[in-house]
């Protein structure tokens, strides 16, 4: 079976219908004109992804977590990949100021849930429902997704809210099961989250390296400390 080399990540299936997810140490950002490598932050995001993934598990959201199988492997069960991103917002940054008139940081009254086409050539547009049925994804697919991404939303903001993180937004990604059932798949990481802490409001994910806003790993093991509570042993 095929090795898939993604930007930040390579898919390694093995032949029990698991596969492995081994985080790389390259960064990229801006469809991929901005590039680095920054020494254990496939550590980092594999170990954060691992820890994020068992508190879903815990309260009854599907993943396809398993275990983590090494220093920046997870062993996760194979998913047939929608090719849609599904985005979660419960404050203003990021894309969302080019949609709304309304300034970085400002709190939304309620989430706001998006949906993308995962295509580097078109530069991951945003999607509605009717295109998604385009690309052969039904309405109650949709559905399901963005319903499950707000549960996804309700649980992590309360973990982070309770570590003095504030969960700004998130993207996710979802497969299909042999058993027809629809699971988060991906990563959940400083990579693919806004994370700020919520007395300086400092970034504590990929935006320090997307703004140049300071040193991305000590950003991350800052965050890996608020969850854990313990040092990180990359090094
Ligand atoms: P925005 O649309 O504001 O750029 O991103 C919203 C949230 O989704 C951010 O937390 C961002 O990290 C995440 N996100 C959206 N698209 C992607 C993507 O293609 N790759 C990654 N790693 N994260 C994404």
Redesign the pocket.
């Known amino acids: 079976m095929e090795v898939y080399e993604g930007k930040?990540k390579r898919v390694i299936p093995l032949d029990d219908g698991k596969v492995i997810l081994e985080f790389k140490d390259d960064a990229t950002a801006f469809d991929g004109k901005k590039k680095a490598r920054f020494k254990g932050k496939g550590w980092l995001n594999a170990q954060i992804s691992a820890v994020l993934f068992k508190v879903l598990e815990e309260n009854g959201i599907k993943t396809h977590f398993i275990g983590i199988a090494g220093d920046n492997r997870l062993i996760v069960e194979r998913l047939k990949m929608y090719p849609l991103?599904v985005?979660v917002?419960n404050v203003v940054?990021?894309?969302?100021k080019k949609r709304l008139p309304l300034e970085e940081g400002t709190e939304l009254p309620e989430p706001i849930v998006e949906l993308?086409y995962k295509d580097d050539g078109l530069g991951?547009p945003m999607i509605n429902h009717y295109h998604a049925k385009v690309l052969g994804v039904s309405e109650e697919e949709v559905r399901e997704m963005e319903r499950i991404a707000l549960k996804v939303n309700e649980v992590l903001r309360k973990y982070f809210t309770e570590r003095g993180i504030i969960l700004?937004?998130?993207?996710l990604e979802f497969g299909k099961n042999e058993r027809g059932e629809i699971v988060l798949g991906d990563e959940i990481s400083p990579?693919?989250?806004?994370f700020w802490d919520a007395e300086t409001k400092e970034s504590l994910?990929?935006d320090v390296f997307r703004f140049d806003k300071g040193d991305l790993i000590s950003a991350y093991e800052k965050l890996y400390e608020r969850l854990t509570g313990e040092s990180p042993t990359h090094r």
């Open positions: 930040a991103e985005v917002r940054a990021g894309s969302l993308y991951d700004v937004d998130f993207k990579d693919t989250c806004r994910d990929k």
